[in-house]
């Protein structure tokens, strides 16, 4: 599988004493071909980021072009931990988590633990994932593919820099939303 067709996830940016819901944005492309947006909410440090998602690849009218869904990291909104085996379960789709480098792991595992409700829950799911792995000048984690499908595509769908169009587009577009321009960098 050529993994050429994917939807990417990035949460909008919001203040640190915000509470409520977050916008989310995805992107679809085609290899480098943007093809759709589509936007949610999900809940600061909530519990509903794996529905929502599920529900934005069907609303994006692509479900059965797409090969694969790609998240900016595992959660969205602060703490709201995305379950990437259900949302694989959800949509049929396998899941590719990036990271511009790996997340302290011992501060996360205290945050959630000590100051996020249902944090013991979450850090499960965020353990259960295993530790990220270096991937073509990223940090992965994934649900559903090999270690060489995440190299292959990663390859196809990286343009510009080492982040995947779907993901540098959504955080484009979510930070030009919010907050009226859009800059690169910190993806």
Not at 96 to 113: E, G, K, M, S, Y
């Amino acid at each position: 599988m050529s993994f050429s067709h994917a939807i990417g996830f990035d949460d909008a940016p919001f203040a640190r004493e915000h509470r409520g819901n977050v916008a989310i944005y995805g992107t679809v492309y085609a290899r480098d071909t943007l093809h759709g947006v589509v936007s949610g909410r999900v809940r600061r440090d909530g519990r509903n980021s794996t529905s929502e998602l599920a529900r934005l690849v069907t609303a994006s009218g692509a479900r059965e072009h797409l090969h694969l869904i790609l998240l900016q990291g595992v959660a969205l909104a602060g703490f709201n931990v995305v379950d990437a085996p259900a949302l694989s379960a959800l949509t049929g789709l396998p899941v590719l988590i990036v990271a511009r480098r790996p997340p302290d792991v011992d501060r996360l595992r205290a945050a959630l633990l000590t100051r996020v409700p249902g944090g013991a829950r979450k850090w499960r799911l965020i353990e259960a994932l295993g530790p990220m792995e270096p991937c073509r000048g990223v940090w992965v984690q994934r649900v559903g593919l090999s270690l060489p499908q995440a190299e292959a595509a990663l390859a196809t769908l990286t343009v510009t820099g080492r982040i995947p169009e779907p993901l540098r587009a959504a955080h484009l577009i979510a930070g030009g939303v919010t907050r009226g321009s859009s800059r690169g960098g910190r993806v």
